[in-house]
C-alpha cells in the first residue's frame, strides 16, 4: 500500500468541491444550496411515494397548477403531522388504517357504528387536534307505514 496516497488522500477527507455557472452567488449560498439538496430530494421522492403523486395528464394551465398545490398542500400536511406527533407518515397510517365503520342492519333500521379506538389510536387524534370520531356514526330507523 502506498502510504504517502494514503495520507494524500485523507487530508482532502470532509472536503468536496461544487461548481456553479452562477458566477455572482457567494460561495456560501452555492455550498448551503448543495447541501440542502437531500432535503429537494426527500421533498421530490416523498411526493412519489408518500402522497403518491402519479403522473396526471392534465392540459390546461389551471388545471396542471391546480395538482400541483393539492399535491404540496397534502405534502405540509404530513409535515406538519410528522412534527407535531414525532412519528413518520407510515407509522400514523398504520395506526389510523385498522379504524372502521360497520354497517349493521336489523329490520328495524340500520346502525353505523365505529370501531372502537385503541389507546395509540386515541393519543395520535389528541396529538392532532383531531376530534375522535363518535361511536355511532348513524342510526336509521324503518317506520312502518299503516294502512
Excluded at 477527507?13 to 455557472?21: Q, R, T, V, W
Excluded at 429537494?40 to 394551465?61: G, I
Aim: glycine share 4%.
Amino acid at each position: 500500500m502506498d502510504e504517502g496516497k494514503v495520507r494524500r488522500e485523507a487530508s482532502l477527507d470532509g472536503k468536496f468541491l461544487i461548481s456553479s455557472s452562477d458566477d455572482v452567488l457567494p460561495a456560501e449560498d452555492v455550498v448551503y444550496g448543495y447541501k440542502q439538496l437531500w432535503q429537494v430530494e426527500r421533498v421530490h421522492r416523498d411526493l412519489k411515494h408518500t402522497v403518491d403523486d402519479r403522473p396526471m395528464y392534465h392540459r390546461l394551465d389551471d388545471r396542471i397548477r391546480s395538482h400541483v398545490l393539492l399535491c404540496w398542500l397534502a405534502l405540509l400536511m404530513i409535515r406538519v403531522a410528522e412534527n407535531e406527533t414525532g412519528q413518520t407518515w407510515r407509522q400514523m397510517w398504520d395506526l389510523v388504517a385498522p379504524i372502521d365503520v360497520g354497517r349493521h342492519v336489523t329490520a328495524h333500521g340500520e346502525v353505523w357504528q365505529v370501531r372502537p379506538l385503541t389507546e395509540e389510536q386515541k393519543a395520535l387524534l389528541r396529538a392532532l387536534q383531531v376530534e375522535r370520531p363518535p361511536h355511532y356514526r348513524k342510526i336509521v330507523t324503518h317506520t312502518r307505514k299503516t294502512a
